[in-house]
């Protein structure tokens, strides 16, 4: 999966939560049609990219869908480490 992208690390927790129990088919399916997004242009409107408050402060969130979401962090060099995929509330 990681190999066809430029800009986006994938942790081993991000990768755990996208092959959990917890995502159907289709939820994959619109999370990696969110991750190509992210990784071509971040600023597309249909991903909502927004910086994360409270105890998640320092990360990012990305809108797969209206109920899923990416959570990532800022590197250097326009990169993006991938922390989890979830039900957008789910932690």
């Given amino acids: 999966m990681a190999a066809a992208y430029r800009s986006l690390d994938f942790t081993e927790t991000f990768l755990e939560t996208f092959v959990s129990k ?3 088919a289709a939820d994959r399916a619109a999370i990696l049609k969110a991750l190509r997004l992210l990784d071509e242009d971040e600023r ?15 990360s990012w969130s990305a809108s797969a869908s209206m109920t899923l979401r990416v959570t990532f962090e800022r590197l250097d060099g326009g990169r993006k480490r991938l922390l ?3 039900k957008h509330y789910d932690r």
């Fill in 84 to 86: 989890t995929c979830s």
């Fill in 44 to 58: 597309h409107r249909s991903l909502r990219v927004h910086k994360l408050e409270g105890d998640r402060q320092g």
């Fill in 22 to 24: 917890d995502l159907t």
